[in-house]
């Protein structure tokens, strides 16, 4: 009889969370509104029109590249000396093939510009907001620098792999 009443006690708690969970899981579709619907109908616009700049970039029916950069280490440096160790890895989105052998034989002269530049921002705490890194602006000082080393015609995009913050 114990067993019975145990068995039955499990039965209910799995059968109550079973039926919670359905019940969590199976809410209906919340309505868009106004503000939403035109906030996703400008979404599309931009991607619409990220779209043709690559189309325009690689070409039609030419495949898109990538280039792997090595991990960036960077110290940030304070008043009391090193705080922080920051490690980047980067890879560069490229329209073809030509443009990543391009890209590839000016690796070192990236790397050094990505390093000034990092070092610079990271010191100044520019790109650090409460002890956190701020990832789209370093992604947008990483693109400018790129534009520069390498040409817009050359890159399409920057794609940080990797970013870490570790404390000293």
Do not use: W
Not at 4 to 30: D, H, R, S
Not at 55 to 82: Q, T, Y
Not at 139 to 157: I, M
Request: charged letters at 25%; a neutral charge.
């Amino acid at each position: 009889m114990k067993k019975i009443m145990i068995a039955a006690g499990a039965l209910l708690v799995l059968g109550g969370g079973g039926a919670g969970g359905y019940f969590y899981f199976q809410k209906p579709a919340e309505a868009a509104t106004d503000a939403t619907a035109a906030a996703q109908a400008g979404h599309e616009k931009d991607d619409h029109g990220k779209k043709e700049k690559h189309a325009k970039k690689g070409g039609h029916g030419e495949k898109i590249e990538f280039v792997k950069l090595d991990p960036l280490v960077l110290p940030i440096v304070d008043g009391d000396g090193i705080s922080q160790i920051i490690s980047l890895v980067i890879a560069l989105e490229v329209p073809d093939a030509a443009s990543k052998s391009e890209v590839e034989a000016l690796i070192p002269r990236l790397k050094d510009a990505y390093i000034q530049e990092m070092y610079g921002l990271l010191n100044k705490h520019a790109a650090v907001k409460g002890g956190v890194l701020q990832v789209g602006y370093i992604k947008g000082k990483l693109s400018r620098v790129s534009a520069t080393v390498l040409g817009e015609e050359n890159f399409s995009d920057v794609l940080l792999q990797v970013v870490e913050q570790r404390p000293i």
